[in-house]
């Protein structure tokens, strides 16, 4: 069966973005609301031909026939209202039918004390007056005219009773009683026949008129509660007639608060106060609940929108995202080099996206937006079909998202006017909102408007700062990326804890801790988060192996690895290479700068100091060269060596505070002096410009590189992960360590990435956490593919201070995918650093079965009751059927230890398969027993 071709819109953005009558047909939004507000006025028509007698029947017709288009702030009421009476005006529509329009109302614009009824009359005594005045002279003396005239007549003595009609009582026409009492009987004698007066002025002005019907619209009386009311309370007393057709445009819910707000009115407030419930408190006093009306006003309101607002008449304006199930949606639109296009609305919206390095989940962005106003849509199309340049769209849609950005308290103006604080803006509005985990990479994931749309405008201005200055990539990683996943692992570890320790580690501490709300360097941020990362590890340390602290269970953790103290400060001589053996402190040694860039000092409160390496620390100074050389009006290499001479010069980070408090056990291999250090160094080391020079073309050769906080979000977590799979091993050496966590940061960027821009080509996702094999077949996959979206990737890639610590055989391939004119292989140290021993245990350092105390969570190789009902609960709110579960499958078997394993809510470790076995025959066995 061939498929019906579906309907199209056409919106055209070259018109006004105002409220305004369509010119052509095909270029109505709401298409299928138009031909059903088509159908229910030829229903009033029909209803009208088959009353042959007006006059007798308003005595018993009084219908309620009100059409409501309905729908939110900007979704086209107005523009819907006013193309209807254009259509209708023009005979496009309805041509054989006599309507006279009277033009839409909006009862908000008339002045407080006018009744919208007279507003409703003197818009037809006008129609007929001027009707009457191209007419031959003779026709004002018929006996037409004559009715009308009465009718008008007795018509103005009823509406001396609405409120703002009539006259002062304190007049001296009321000190005559007779004339009280002709007067009075007489107006309440119109009053009370004031409907049908109405319907007979309307019957003889359309007479003269030569109509059939009037139509009237009013437009967002929604918007004010007491002009609504009165509009609303108008159209049940007088206007259910025939002969007159009306519409309201407004949001159904908000007459639903309308009408909630006048039926509470009605009770009073004594009611409310004084009405005494059945029943007594805790002391038997009396207690009043005014809430026991709410179900009658329910009820109340329920039925008055039922008679007023009758369900069948009702018509909701929906979204273009709704449309687009049955209709093709096109927009029209002059572009930047002036010429007509008209483009598909989601081929449209997929460009502007695309703009702001959003490629994969477009399906959500997609629904968002056009979920939206249709008069912000259009201010956004409008927009971007005049201009491409990010930093003008941005700054517009500020005006355009401001209500929400307003409400979940951004700093706009900070925003508009200073970037430079992006970072300490966007971490404070995911905290203050309590978003953090679900928002940190700023994809559309709420059901909260305000929060989509701040989630949307801040995701655009991150990824503009990230092009024009790649260094915020490096500063999102570690304030936002890397920050939320450790918190998570703070609140996982805290939560666990036995200990009775008062003083102990959470979110804000750890923020406040690493100074992220203050101006500080990335690399001073960094290096704080790293004296954290090793106060968590001595933190677990305590809980896990049940005994005082030593630094001896330090090894490598979250991309940190302790080493042994310096050489020359050491009182204790041990069979272990220290860092400053290995490599010779020197103003002309590039090779211990290098190593530097890449070590903190940390200091516990027992005056303990050990060097500490961490990758956290590399990807600050990242941010700080890059920085400096994006922020300096000239480029050139001896910014980036001034750097390089002073990130070399480490510094000591102490614990946090309440690390201060748990017990530790001194140990000797540590002093509490750290090795010298000149802080008056000449920038005349030769090697150290040649890196600097280096660094410098590195940094140059980069495109802009157009990523969003999503992708970064995706990376930072797969990264963060892998880290805690890596720390499964503990690692004698320092540079094997360091290898391994460069190339798992190395391949997390490399999957996220053709993820995201190069769906159709897969490689493995599993992280290279033990070897390099699945690093080293990605690149070979990849390196006779053309086309490829990898810039961040490549970029990365040839970072001299990323290359300068992986080993040569990495180096070669790296060169075999990518050649590069940057080569930094006379500075690579790796060779060096693998003979710097890292402080561990002496333990076996392969298998995962061996890693008691090593990791995070502890075994559960030998498990008691506690572990069985905790691993039970856990696969049940997993998801998993325990009666479905099969202890022979090794496929779930695998599936459940990967999930358990690093899932950082389950507080300990699964050995292997034969554990996760055991395990479920015996909750089996248990509650088979049960049964």
Not at 768 to 794: C, S, V, W
Not at 854 to 876: A, D, S
Not at 912 to 918: A, E, F, G, N, Q
Request: aromatic share 10%.
């Amino acid at each position: 069966m061939v498929r019906k071709l579906r309907n199209e819109i056409i919106i055209n953005l070259n018109d006004e973005r105002d409220a305004y009558a369509v010119s052509n047909t095909n270029e109505w939004i709401h298409i299928k609301q138009r031909k059903r507000i088509i159908e229910l006025i030829q229903e009033s028509l029909t209803k009208l031909e088959n009353i042959k007698d007006y006059q007798n029947a308003f005595s018993a017709i009084r219908p309620h026939d009100t059409i409501l288009i309905s729908g939110g702030r900007g979704t086209g009421k107005t523009t819907f209202i006013l193309s209807l009476f254009k259509e209708i005006e023009s005979g496009t529509i309805l041509s054989d039918k006599k309507i006279e329009l009277i033009a839409p109302i909006d009862p908000t614009l008339i002045e407080d004390k006018s009744n919208i009824l007279i507003n409703i009359i003197s818009k037809i005594k006008e129609k007929v007056k001027c009707s009457i005045s191209v007419k031959n002279q003779c026709d004002k003396i018929d006996a037409q005219y004559r009715a009308w005239e009465e009718s008008l007549k007795a018509l103005a003595d009823g509406l001396q009773g609405l409120d703002g009609i009539g006259g002062d009582m304190r007049t001296s026409d009321w000190h005559d009683s007779d004339y009280i009492m002709k007067k009075g009987l007489s107006n309440v004698h119109a009053a009370n026949n004031l409907e049908s007066n109405l319907s007979t002025f309307m019957k003889n002005s359309l007479t003269l008129l030569d109509k059939e019907i009037f139509m009237v619209a009013f437009d967002d009386i929604d918007t004010n509660f007491e002009k609504g009311w009165s509009v609303l309370e108008v159209l049940r007393k007088y206007l259910a007639i025939p002969q007159l057709i009306t519409i309201m445009t407004g949001d159904i819910s908000l007459y639903s608060l309308l009408v909630r707000k006048h039926q509470w009115e009605n009770f009073g407030e004594d009611l409310i106060k004084n009405d005494v419930v059945q029943y007594t408190g805790r002391y038997n006093e009396p207690i009043r609940n005014p809430m026991r009306y709410d179900d009658t006003v329910s009820e109340l309101e329920e039925q008055y929108m039922l008679k007023i607002l009758k369900p069948e008449r009702r018509i909701m304006l929906d979204s273009l995202f709704n449309k687009g199930s049955y209709f093709s949606i096109k927009i029209k639109h002059i572009d930047t080099s002036q010429s007509a296009i008209i483009q598909d609305l989601a081929s449209f919206y997929s460009e502007f996206f695309n703009l702001f390095g959003i490629r994969s989940g477009f399906g959500r962005y997609y629904e968002y937006v056009t979920s939206q106003p249709i008069r912000k849509q259009k201010q956004l199309m409008y927009i971007y079909s005049k201009t491409k340049n990010k930093e003008i769209i941005i700054n517009s849609m500020f005006d355009i998202f401001w209500t929400e950005l307003d409400r979940c308290g951004i700093n706009i103006f900070n925003l508009r006017n200073n970037r430079s604080n992006i970072m300490q803006e966007s971490l404070h509005y995911l905290l203050k909102n309590f978003i953090l985990y679900g928002g940190f990479s700023f994809e559309l994931f709420s059901n909260n408007e305000n929060i989509n749309g701040s989630q949307l405008m801040l995701s655009f201005v991150l990824n503009n700062s990230f092009e024009n200055n790649p260094s915020t990539i490096f500063d999102y990683l570690i304030r936002i990326g890397f920050s939320t996943n450790f918190i998570k692992r703070i609140e996982a570890t805290t939560g666990q804890a036995t200990y009775p320790v008062t003083n102990i580690p959470t979110s804000n501490d750890y923020l406040n801790h690493i100074g992220t709300w203050q101006d500080k360097s990335l690399v001073s941020i960094a290096s704080a988060s790293t004296s954290y990362i090793r106060a968590l590890k001595s933190y677990n340390a305590i809980f896990n192996a049940k005994e005082t602290l030593s630094f001896d269970d330090m090894g490598n953790y979250l991309g940190t690895a302790a080493l042994y103290g310096y050489y020359k400060t050491s009182r204790k001589r041990i069979n272990k290479k220290r860092i400053d053996e290995i490599i010779t402190k020197d103003e002309e040694n590039v090779e211990w700068v290098l190593a530097m860039l890449t070590i903190v000092n940390v200091s516990n409160a027992s005056g303990q100091t050990i060097p500490v390496f961490s990758v956290h620390k590399l990807i600050g100074v990242l941010n700080r060269l890059i920085n400096k050389y994006y922020e300096s009006a000239y480029l050139n290499s001896e910014i980036i060596e001034s750097e390089l001479s002073k990130l070399g010069q480490i510094k000591d980070f102490l614990y946090p505070d309440w690390a201060s408090k748990m017990p530790i056990k001194v140990n000797d291999n540590f002093e509490t002096d750290e090795i010298e250090e000149s802080h008056n160094q000449k920038n005349t080391n030769t090697k150290l410009n040649e890196l600097a020079t280096i660094i410098s073309e590195w940094i140059s050769s980069s495109e802009p590189i157009n990523i969003s906080p999503t992708l970064l979000g995706r990376i930072s977590t797969r990264f963060f992960y892998a880290l805690l799979r890596i720390d499964e091993k503990q690692y004698q050496k320092l540079g094997e360590y360091i290898h391994r966590v460069l190339i798992v940061f190395l391949y997390s960027i490399l999957v996220e990435e053709l993820d995201e821009n190069s769906k159709e080509i897969r490689i493995q996702r599993t992280n290279p956490t033990d070897t390099d094999g699945l690093f080293d077949n990605a690149l070979k996959t990849l390196a006779g593919i053309d086309g490829l979206n990898l810039p961040f990737f490549e970029w990365i890639l040839t970072c001299p201070l990323i290359t300068v610590y992986l080993d040569k055989e990495t180096l070669k391939k790296i060169s075999n995918y990518k050649e590069s004119d940057i080569n930094s292989e006379e500075f690579n140290i790796h060779a060096k650093l693998m003979k710097v021993d890292i402080y561990t245990k002496n333990v076996p350092s392969s298998t995962a079965d061996n890693n008691e105390g090593i990791g995070e969570k502890p075994n559960i190789g030998v498990y008691n009751n506690k572990h069985i009902e905790i691993f039970e609960t856990y696969l049940v709110r997993s998801g998993y059927d325990m009666k479905k579960i099969n202890p022979r499958n090794n496929n779930i078997l695998y599936e459940i230890k990967d999930k358990v394993n690093e899932d950082i809510q389950f507080p300990y470790r699964l050995p292997s398969i034969k554990t996760v076995s055991s395990l479920i025959n015996t909750i089996k066995s248990r509650n088979s027993k049960k049964q």
